[in-house]
């Protein structure tokens, strides 16, 4: 591990303890911390100007709110889509755009929604975060 990605892993752990899962901006080296640490990891790319992204952060909130076990037991990443477009965890995760959704746990992608608003869709996707995250 180069120092870089240690001081971004050491930064973002600090980060992330106290804000009791809430959701998270996104940094080099977050996912990858999150994931070895064995927690599963619900990726949100958005961008501020995106009236898909906005309709999908109010469900995502509402569903959050109606339901405290999401943020007590999944990791909510929001990734700038302005910013980490031609980043690194977007290649690899093959994101093809802003709006999208995905669920990782481990080396596995367990979901993924693009460019979807429907509560039902997105509720399926955080139940299959909070499923993953529940169970050994």
Do not use: H
């Not at 569903?63 to 929001?78: D, G, R, W």
Request: aromatic residues 8%; contains cysteine.
């Amino acid at each position: 591990m180069n120092r870089r990605s240690f001081l971004a892993t050491t930064a973002a752990a600090l980060v992330l303890a106290p804000m009791a899962r809430a959701e998270v901006m996104y940094t080099p080296g977050l996912v990858d911390a999150e994931l070895a640490a064995g927690k599963t990891v619900f990726l949100d790319y958005a961008a501020t100007w995106c009236t898909t992204c906005a309709a999908q952060e109010r469900v995502i909130n509402a569903l959050k709110s109606e339901n405290p076990a999401y943020e007590q037991n999944v990791s909510f990443i929001k990734v700038d889509w302005d910013t980490y477009s031609r980043d690194a965890i977007t290649t690899r995760y093959n994101v093809p755009r802003r709006s999208t959704l995905i669920v990782l746990k481990g080396d596995q992608e367990l979901g993924r929604i693009v460019a979807e608003t429907s509560r039902d869709d997105i509720k399926a996707l955080m139940d299959t975060a909070l499923n993953a995250a529940t169970t050994a």
